[in-house]
């Protein structure tokens, strides 16, 4: 029998973590969609795109050859045979992709692209060989796989996920890192509020607040709601 959990949830909010742990626990798949986004951005400029041409970038994404790693121990993504999981966490790509994630036309191309994944992964002969998949973003619970076994909202006060962000961007959470990661933080999030609704919790969504958790007391809440 295969699981499909989805779990969405803001910039800081641990979600990443804390889904890649969940997976590892439960033996299933791990897709971070996110990832997906900033890939498409990442090849949008590599390839020299104007992210405001809708049109080129849709198209550009249409072609893309993306292939992502589900192995939540090592997850990995690559673009057109290139290795991009490290390129696609800096600062550059982070700035530019609520530009691309607010596309339409993109967002229905990968849209399909992770529903594919999410239906093979339940599937023998797949990476979890049917297991199932924790599959996580921003839509995941609404849009991608509103009809998922658990369905998850992690949130955390603006506070503990800017800190949080600061420690990973700057590795400390003294106030001039904070202050630094803020506008990037609060900023992304309005950008992408337009397009993806992730901050409240829609119908039959369980949310989870780690504002007072720390990451092991996050993963057991989340296992504790996986298995109830
Ligand atoms: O860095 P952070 O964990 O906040 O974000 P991410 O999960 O890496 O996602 C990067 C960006 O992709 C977000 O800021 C959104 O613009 C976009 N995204 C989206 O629109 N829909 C998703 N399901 C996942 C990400």
């Given at each position: 029998?295969?699981i499909v959990?989805?779990?969405?949830?803001?910039?800081g909010s641990?979600?990443?973590?804390v889904?890649?742990?969940?997976?590892?626990r439960?033996?299933?798949?791990?897709?971070?969609?996110g990832?997906m986004?900033?890939a498409?951005?990442w090849?949008?400029v590599?390839?020299?795109?104007?992210?405001a041409?809708?049109?080129?970038?849709?198209?550009?994404?249409r072609?893309?050859?993306?292939v992502?790693?589900?192995?939540?121990?090592?997850?990995?993504?690559?673009?057109?045979g290139?290795d991009?999981?490290?390129?696609?966490r800096?600062?550059?790509?982070s700035?530019?992709?609520?530009?691309?994630?607010?596309?339409?036309?993109?967002?229905?191309?990968?849209?399909?692209?992770?529903?594919?994944?999410?239906a093979?992964?339940?599937?023998?002969?797949s990476?979890?060989?049917g297991r199932?998949?924790?599959?996580?973003?921003?839509?995941?619970t609404?849009v991608i796989?509103?009809?998922?076994?658990?369905r998850?909202l992690l949130?955390?006060?603006?506070?503990?996920?800017l800190a949080?962000r600061?420690?990973?961007?700057?590795?400390?959470d003294?106030?001039?890192a904070v202050?630094?990661t803020?506008?990037?933080?609060?900023?992304?999030?309005?950008?992408?509020s337009a397009?993806?609704?992730f901050?409240?919790?829609?119908?039959?969504?369980?949310?989870?607040?780690s504002?007072a958790?720390?990451?092991d007391?996050?993963?057991d809440?989340?296992?504790?709601?996986?298995?109830?």
């Amino acid at each position: 029998m295969s699981i499909v959990v989805a779990i969405d949830g803001p910039s800081g909010s641990g979600k990443s973590s804390v889904s890649r742990r969940v997976a590892q626990r439960l033996g299933l798949a791990y897709l971070d969609t996110g990832a997906m986004y900033r890939a498409a951005t990442w090849w949008a400029v590599h390839e020299g795109v104007d992210l405001a041409d809708t049109g080129a970038v849709a198209a550009l994404v249409r072609d893309m050859v993306l292939v992502m790693v589900v192995d939540p121990r090592g997850p990995q993504v690559w673009v057109g045979g290139i290795d991009v999981t490290a390129a696609i966490r800096e600062t550059s790509v982070s700035t530019a992709v609520s530009a691309v994630a607010t596309n339409l036309d993109v967002r229905a191309e990968l849209a399909r692209r992770q529903r594919a994944e999410i239906a093979f992964q339940c599937e023998p002969g797949s990476w979890a060989d049917g297991r199932g998949i924790v599959a996580e973003g921003r839509d995941i619970t609404t849009v991608i796989a509103p009809d998922a076994d658990v369905r998850l909202l992690l949130t955390a006060s603006e506070e503990a996920r800017l800190a949080r962000r600061a420690r990973e961007v700057h590795g400390s959470d003294d106030a001039a890192a904070v202050e630094a990661t803020r506008d990037q933080v609060v900023r992304r999030d309005a950008d992408d509020s337009a397009v993806a609704q992730f901050l409240t919790a829609a119908d039959g969504v369980v949310t989870v607040d780690s504002s007072a958790l720390d990451l092991d007391q996050t993963v057991d809440a989340v296992l504790g709601v996986v298995e109830r």
